[in-house]
Each structure stands twice: as structure tokens, then as C-alpha cells.
């Protein structure tokens, strides 16, 4: 059972352009979290999606980001008109449709925004 | 979610045993312990989950008291790979979806 995979691992965007940040879920895992982690800080909540819903965006900015979990593929978090701070490595994590707060962790995916 | 409190840092050697404790006196009742370990340029793992007393798998155990209001981690006989950020968690299993909430953990690094 493969485990959550993120692509691409690192993405080099210049300021202003668009990050696309792609996370496929353990088989199995219908919900899908995405972290921020920034330079020697501990991960950050950003956004709990299912299925075609987002559940909690309570640690999105309110701007440039978004995100989804379409019916089919990869959950997106998209991140619009990039900026320098929004230089991190950013998570995502999957956990099954039961009782549990155990989530698996993707290797990430590093954005630098020169 | 309780708010938890543990060592920034920890040294050790090869060979020892490690001990890492964290506060969280606010705990709620229905409130679960975890531990995740992070490597450097890779996601967190789940180490171990507990609720009180002792619970122990193949790569850690952990100690509750009573009080529920500490707990800790011990990595028996560390090696060289242990090197990594641990952190801990208190919240509720009966939320699926809850967002984790993470401190700064503590970095262990462990030397030859």
C-alpha cells in the first residue's frame, strides 16, 4: 500500500507566478489535510478537505490560496501570485473515513519563491 | 485542543535511552496522547498514541500518570538515526478531521 504522495517535491517559482502543489491520499483515505511549515516552525493546519467538500479552511489565508478534492485524482492546494513568504515546505496528510486522529504524512513538497 | 509544553533540545549518545517529557495540564478527558517524529526534508510519522498508563510498540513506549497531566517518551537504546524532531499532541479521537496542532517539538540529536 503505497503510502501519500506528493508532487513534484520541489517547485521553484519566481514572484508573482502560480504553485501547484499535487497530493494523492493512501488508498482507502477519503480525508486529506494540508500543513505549512516554515523555516524552523513546527507544521501549521491549513485546510481538511473530503471528497469534493472542504471541510475547514480555518488556517488558509484569506487570499491567492485555495484548494479541492475532486471526485477524481489528486487533492490541489493552489497558491496564487506567489511571494517570498510563502517559501515553505508544504504537507499534506491523509486519514481513513473511521474514528481516528492518526494521519499519514506525504514526503512534501518544498516551494522557494525567488 | 490542549496546549502542550516540552524541551526544545536533547543530546544523547548512541546506546542510551532517552526520555522525553511533555506537559499538558489542560487536558481533557476524552483527550488522546500522540507522538509523531519528523527527519529532516520529510513529513512527520506517528510514533505512538496513548491514553493512560503504559503503552509500548516496537519503537517506543510511553508513560502517562495518573493525572494525565505529563507524559513521555522513551526510545530505548538510541542510534544514530533517531536524529529527528518528536512531537506531541493531545487531542480528541472522537473528531475525525481534527487539525493537528503542533508545537516546535523537541530535536534530539543523537551523537557517536
Known amino acids: 500500500n503505497a503510502g501519500v504522495m506528493q508532487n513534484p517535491r520541489h517547485l521553484v517559482r519566481r514572484r508573482g507566478q502560480e504553485a501547484r502543489l499535487r497530493c494523492s491520499p493512501m488508498k482507502g483515505h477519503s480525508h486529506v489535510y494540508w500543513y505549512r511549515q516554515l523555516p524552523e516552525e513546527g507544521l501549521k493546519f491549513m485546510v481538511y478537505l473530503q471528497k469534493e467538500n472542504i471541510i475547514d479552511e480555518s488556517g488558509m489565508p484569506k487570499e491567492r490560496f485555495s484548494a479541492e478534492f475532486p471526485k477524481e485524482g489528486p487533492s490541489i492546494l493552489r497558491i496564487q501570485q506567489v511571494v517570498r513568504g510563502d517559501s515553505a515546505a508544504y504537507f499534506c496528510a491523509s486519514s481513513p473515513p473511521m474514528v481516528t486522529d492518526t494521519q499519514y504524512f506525504g514526503p512534501g513538497t518544498r516551494l522557494t519563491v525567488l | 485542543l490542549a496546549k502542550t509544553t516540552q524541551p526544545i533540545s536533547m543530546d544523547s549518545y548512541e546506546g542510551q535511552e532517552v526520555n522525553i517529557t511533555c506537559s499538558h495540564n489542560?487536558?481533557?478527558?476524552?483527550?488522546?496522547i500522540t507522538w509523531y517524529q519528523q527527519f529532516p526534508s520529510q513529513g512527520p510519522r506517528f510514533i505512538i498514541q496513548?491514553?493512560?498508563t503504559k503503552v509500548t510498540n516496537e519503537v517506543a513506549s510511553l508513560f502517562i500518570p495518573a493525572d494525565r497531566k505529563s507524559s513521555t517518551l522513551s526510545l530505548p537504546r538510541v542510534s544514530l538515526s533517531d536524529t529527528a524532531v518528536y512531537y506531541c499532541l493531545v487531542g480528541p479521537r472522537e473528531e475525525p478531521g481534527t487539525a493537528l496542532i503542533f508545537g516546535k517539538g523537541t530535536t534530539l540529536s543523537v551523537s557517536s
Open positions: 489542560n487536558i481533557a478527558t476524552n483527550d488522546y
Open positions: 496513548g491514553y493512560k
